[in-house]
Structure formats: C-alpha cells, structure tokens
C-alpha cells in the first residue's frame, strides 16, 4: 500500500510563475520527508528535505511547507525556470531506517 | 565528489537468461539500494544491504537476488529474466540510516534501462 502519494502525476506551469507540488503521506509516524528531482535518463538528485518538527524549509528557490494535522507537504518553486522542468518525487524514510518509500512522481513542464 | 556507477546505461536481453547488473560507489557508503522505475508507479525498493553480505528484501524482491561481497559493489541477479523486468534500475547507497539533516541523504547512479525480449 502506498504510504506516500503524490496524486498529480503531471503539472504545466509559466515560466516565471510559481510551482506548486503535491504529496500526501498516511503514515503518521513519518518524521523526515525528502525531494528529488530527476530528468530523463539520470539518476534522481536530493533537492530539500524537511524535519516534522518544522513547518517550512527553504533553499533558494524552492521551499518546502509540512502540514503534519493534514498529513501533507508540498514543494513550492519559485520563480519557476524552464531547467526545472523534470520529474519530482517526495519520500520518506521506511521504517527500517534505510530505504526510502517515494511517491509516483509528479512530471513538471515549464513553459517559456 | 560523490560517484555512484552502474556498469551499463542500456541492456537488451532475451527471456530466462541470467542478468547481472552491477553498481559500485567510491564513498565508502555502508547502504546500498536497488529500486526500479517504471511509467505510473514511482521508484520502488527491490532489494537493500546494510552491509558486506548483509540484505533485506524491499517492496517487489520476487524474481530477484542480489550480492554484496564487497563494500563498494553492489549487485542485481534476475534469475532468470522475463518481459515484466523490462524497467528502468537505479542503485543507490547512503551513509547511515536513510536520513541525515546533511546534504543528499542517498546518492543514486544514472540507471541502467533494461529491456527483455
């Protein structure tokens, strides 16, 4: 069963404009999330993460929000660049300690 | 830098034949992780070590063995390769547990996309 779900599996945005991803996760115990990023025939890459003991991380560009009661996240790009566009996957920890549980991916476009 | 190699960027191969795929990483990583890719349904967990000649199964290990003789090298059996292996692999390794609040919890290598005719 999925334990982390990004429902949107693609998302059309002006450059310029501001990215908006979606996850939801079901398991409460969750403590860390994870945002990577992956063009096509390479490796995902780490992006930004988030601890459950805050509520907002941000780097540059990108910011990631955590609401814990709603048992959601989302990554926020802005402005967002036509390099942007890319698959994003949001994850977090499997109980092991080791693996991660990632979501489908949400295809972001980013149109000049 | 941080460099996690797999031998093969692409690999055609015909049904029942044994595949190896192999991955090796120059951090001195304890973790190594075998996930594949495919259209719809994300990255999922194959198989993991913790260890030299230490593994967990993942979420889908069925069809699949792995080794790990070394600390470096990693690698992924398909025992006897059918049409629904065809996939995208991606191997990664980490130090630690999954999380760290340092950059890159877990380095991934280009993949190797795997076709079975």
């Known amino acids: 069963d999925q334990q982390v779900k990004?429902?949107?599996?693609?998302?059309?945005v002006q450059e310029g404009r501001i990215s908006i991803l979606n996850c939801d996760y079901t398991n409460s115990m969750f403590d860390y999330f994870l945002w990577y990023k992956k063009y096509p025939a390479e490796g995902p890459t780490f992006l930004i993460s988030i601890s459950s003991i805050k509520d907002k991380?941000?780097?540059?560009?990108?910011t990631v929000f955590l609401n814990?009661?709603?048992?959601?996240l989302s990554l926020h790009i802005v402005p967002s660049q036509p390099g942007d566009s890319a698959v994003y996957f949001c994850a977090a920890p499997q109980h092991s300690g080791y693996?991660?549980?990632?979501?489908?991916?949400?295809?972001l476009l980013v149109t000049p | 830098d941080v460099k996690v190699t797999q031998s093969s960027r692409y690999l055609v191969k015909r049904t029942g034949e044994k595949v190896f795929l192999?991955?090796?990483q120059d951090m001195d990583h304890e973790n190594m992780f075998w996930y594949r890719q495919d259209p719809g349904l994300g990255l999922r967990l194959i198989y993991f070590?913790?260890?030299?000649?230490?593994?967990e199964k993942g979420d889908i290990p069925e069809g699949y063995s792995v080794s790990r003789e070394k600390?470096?090298?990693?690698?992924?059996?398909?025992?006897?390769?059918?049409?629904?292996?065809?996939?995208?692999?991606?191997?990664?390794?980490?130090?630690?547990?999954?999380?760290?609040?340092?950059?890159?919890?877990?380095?991934?290598?280009?993949?190797?996309r795997l076709s079975i005719l």
Request: proline content about 3%; glycine content about 8%.
């Open chain 1, 6 to 12: 990004q429902n949107s599996p693609s998302l059309s």
């Open chain 1, 57 to 62: 991380n941000e780097d540059g560009r990108f």
């Open chain 1, 68 to 72: 814990k009661s709603a048992k959601h």
């Open chain 1, 99 to 107: 693996a991660l549980n990632f979501g489908k991916g949400t295809s």
């Open chain 2, 22 to 24: 192999e991955c090796v």
């Open chain 2, 49 to 55: 070590s913790y260890d030299v000649k230490m593994k």
């Open chain 2, 71 to 112: 600390k470096e090298r990693f690698s992924l059996i398909l025992e006897s390769a059918s049409t629904n292996q065809t996939s995208m692999y991606l191997c990664a390794s980490s130090s630690y547990g999954a999380w760290t609040d340092s950059n890159q919890p877990q380095h991934f290598g280009d993949g190797t």
